[in-house]
């Protein structure tokens, strides 16, 4: 009987771990991204999503012209370091992070109101010497000005 | 049956356990944890296989872009707090939350400090019958009556408790209602800015109702990826006429977007020409089908 109850503690805890991620990306994005959004005043929209080395992922969304926004994208320190990309809907790059030391935020303005898509993609770690690969948290939370 | 075998069935009956919790953890955007065997194939691949997420114009934003297009504040075009009591399916109550959400948000925006705390207070309880304890707890109520004279604490308060509702929800492995709610604020903010506005002549504000076009390609985006849900599929069959009314109106871009860097202010401002045509018989029938939708979510 003893041993029932060894493998149920250990299911139970596996079960726990296993699901116990998705709280902490959330407790992540509000802690650790949200104040990057300062002074801008942040959406109320929660944008995030476990990745892993090599994975990207892509948001959708229409930013309205004459508003001033502020993008911050966040990754788990885990993780190796985050690369965005903004495109339009004709996927024509507008700027890339990449070319500014791998910024975590971007401010903006639009002449006029357009969907954009928002690439980002943790980067492959070359250097790393075992073959697991590193798993965690990635926000992506916009901000805009409310007092103009 | 033996001390052996009772081991084994209890096995059994946790691995089933374990499959179904892991089957049912995973949204539509995880992935399946792979073995190590498997981890190098799926970096081959993983490259094209990207996920997607959707993000609507927050009902905070859509108020703050309405104001400043010149909409003014109307309190009879609120959901009254006192049809609450009739929403008792999900779905009624979070398409509400999210009705109620926009016009708590409208509310803010034109410092009505009254209705501010009246429409917390309904979306509390909205949000716990949804089974969002901690969306909207005592803490938000006493910060929002303590900071009431304070726009801007205002505005970040209520954007707070959308995060927490909707992190809440996807966290919690519902994006459906996640979807509902969002999708009940994008049709009030709508509902909202088209109840302002009768003549075409209203340049900036019917812009603003226009281009809410782009957004709402987003929101089919969004409920098209849960429309196996009924509540989903049906929240989208009822939004064919808006996005038939959209159709025939028309927003033109100049060709290419010119992207200009402020070297001293780091910001960069995005420059491309856009000219809506509209014609006041394709605003009126926009306007009705966009009432017609709320009214219905309503009642």
């Known amino acids: 009987m003893k041993k029932v109850w060894t493998v149920i503690s250990i299911v139970a805890a596996f079960i726990l771990f296993s699901t116990a991620g998705y709280g902490q990306c959330r407790t992540f994005a509000k802690s650790e991204c949200r104040p990057a959004l300062n002074p801008y005043v942040h959406d109320g929209i929660y944008n995030a999503t476990e990745l892993s080395e090599g994975e990207s992922a892509e948001l959708y969304k229409t930013f309205y012209s004459n508003q001033n926004y502020r993008i911050a994208i966040c990754g788990d320190a885990s993780l190796p370091r985050i690369k965005f990309t903004i495109m339009d809907a004709d996927r024509n790059v507008l700027f890339t992070n990449a070319d500014k030391n791998f910024a975590r935020v971007w401010d903006f303005k639009m002449e006029s109101s357009q969907q954009l898509i928002i690439s980002i993609e943790v980067s492959p770690n070359d250097d790393k010497m075992t073959d697991t690969f590193a798993r965690g948290c990635v926000a992506v939370l916009i901000g805009f000005n409310a007092n103009e | ?299």
């Not at chain 2, 499959?19 to 094209?48: H, P, R």
């Open chain 2, 1 to 299: 049956m033996s001390m052996r075998e009772k081991l084994f069935k209890v096995v059994r009956y946790i691995a089933l356990f374990g499959v179904i919790t892991a089957f049912v953890s995973c949204n539509s955007e995880s992935k399946n944890d792979s073995t190590d065997k498997e981890k190098e194939l799926k970096a081959k691949v993983v490259q094209d296989v990207k996920k997607v997420m959707i993000s609507l114009p927050s009902p905070v934003e859509t108020s703050i872009l309405l104001k400043k297009a010149g909409a003014s504040y109307n309190e009879a075009l609120l959901n009254p707090t006192s049809n609450a009591s009739k929403y008792n399916t999900d779905k009624q109550k979070a398409l509400n939350l999210g009705v109620y959400g926009a016009d708590l948000s409208y509310a803010s925006i034109f410092g009505q400090d009254q209705t501010i705390m009246q429409y917390m207070n309904i979306s509390k309880k909205l949000a716990i019958g949804l089974d969002l304890l901690t969306a909207i707890d005592q803490s938000i109520i006493d910060r929002l009556e303590a900071n009431h004279d304070n726009r801007d604490s205002v505005i970040r308060i209520i954007s707070e408790t959308f995060m927490n509702s909707n992190s809440s929800l996807k966290d919690d492995n519902r994006p459906e209602t996640a979807a509902l709610i969002l999708a009940g604020g994008w049709i009030e903010g709508l509902y909202l800015a088209t109840s302002l506005v009768d003549k075409i002549e209203k340049k900036d504000l019917i812009e603003r109702i226009v281009e809410q076009k782009m957004s709402l390609g987003e929101l089919k985006q969004l409920l098209e990826t849960y429309k196996s849900n009924k509540d989903i599929s049906d929240v989208l069959e009822a939004i064919q006429p808006i996005i038939k009314a959209f159709e025939s109106i028309e927003i033109q871009k100049s060709d290419k977007v010119e992207v200009v860097t402020n070297l001293e202010t780091k910001q960069t401002e995005m420059k491309q020409k856009q000219k809506i045509n509209i014609t006041q018989k394709q605003y009126d029938e926009l306007k009705s089908a966009v009432a017609k939708l709320r009214n219905s979510i309503i009642q």
